[in-house]
């Protein structure tokens, strides 16, 4: 079996396991999606939920947010981590939208990632959910499974990220992304994987 047809493989079983592939994150517009996917580094997606709803009620628009200071911003994210750099990204964030691109959400990679604390993987999530374009998120979920799984070779996100370009179908990269990443919380875990039972087992380069 090649890596194209495993990946396929992969693609077809995760479908039937998780029907609906859904970000874990909760946002109302593409600029808060930018906002929680920044909060979501080192921290879990579900704290990041827990503190948005506050964040968002006092800076509920880039312009809100491009006027304050990071210090007005750190007590709404405390919580999340690494609160000071990801204040100071997410004010710097807002600013370059208004300056550079009208308060619009960019539509490409290549221009999100200009913006402060704005890495591959958050330009990756903004471009395949909010504008429905062919994605790879390559998060530490993407990362260990694909790997597990003998798609990938690499830890390095920007390695992983062309490898599964070249071997997933376009159409089903963003949905597959989202599924390894409700398969590696599941079952496919970082210290206990569940490989007993799993439904990859049979494709799987690493099991036992």
Known sequence: MTKK??????V??????????????????????????????????????????????????????AA???????????????????AKDLVLMSRALLADYGG??????????????????????????????PAVVADTHCIRISGRLGLCDSDNPVVVERQLKAILDPAESNDFCHRLVMFGRDVCTARSPQCDGCELSDICKTKG
């Open 104 to 133: 619009v959400v960019p539509d490409t990679v290549e221009e999100l990632v200009k913006l402060s604390g704005v890495g591959r993987k958050t330009a990756n999530l903004i471009v395949g959910d909010v504008y429905k374009k």
């Open 68 to 86: 304050a200071e990071p210090a007005d911003v750190e007590p709404y994210i405390h919580s999340c981590g690494f609160f000071r750099g990801k």
């Open 12 to 65: 077809k079983r995760l479908k039937l396991r998780y029907p609906e592939a859904v970000c874990s994150l909760c946002y109302a517009d593409p600029w808060q999606l930018l906002v929680a996917t920044r909060l979501s580094a080192q921290c879990t997606d579900a704290r990041v939920n827990l503190v948005t709803p506050a964040l968002f009620e006092r800076f509920p628009t880039p312009e809100a947010m």
């Open 5 to 10: 047809q495993r990946a396929g493989e992969a």
